[in-house]
C-alpha cells in the first residue's frame, strides 16, 4: 500500500486532470438543472457561489478542507489507476 501512495509525476499528473476534468463536468451538470448556482469541485463542493447578488453581499462559499480532501480523493483515485495499469502491463508481457 505503501508503494501505490508514493508520489509521482504520472500520479500527480493524472490526480490534477481528473480533479479538474471531475469539477467541470459537475459545474456544467449543476449549471444545466440548476439555474444560479456555481459550484467547483467533486466530489465535495468546496467552492460554491449563486446568484443573482446585490454588490454588498457575498453570495459565495469556501470550504478548504473540502478543498484538501477533494484532492487527497483524486490522487488515491489516480495511485490506483496506476497501479492496475502498471499490474495489467507487467501480467501481458
Excluded at 449543476?30 to 447578488?53: I, R, Y
Excluded at 495499469?85 to 501481458?92: K, L, T
Aim: glycine fraction near 6%; hydrophobic fraction near 55%.
Amino acid at each position: 500500500m505503501k508503494q501505490i501512495l508514493q508520489p509521482t509525476i504520472l500520479k500527480i499528473t493524472l490526480a490534477l486532470v481528473l480533479f479538474i476534468i471531475a469539477s467541470l463536468l459537475w459545474r456544467m451538470y449543476v449549471m444545466a438543472t440548476l439555474s444560479d448556482t456555481f459550484p467547483f469541485g467533486f466530489p465535495l463542493q468546496f467552492f460554491l457561489a449563486w446568484g443573482p447578488c446585490k454588490p454588498e453581499q457575498n453570495c459565495s462559499e469556501f470550504n478548504g478542507l473540502w478543498l484538501v480532501l477533494d484532492m487527497l480523493f483524486w490522487y488515491v483515485v489516480s495511485a490506483g489507476i496506476v497501479a492496475w495499469g502498471r499490474r495489467r502491463a507487467e501480467q501481458q508481457g
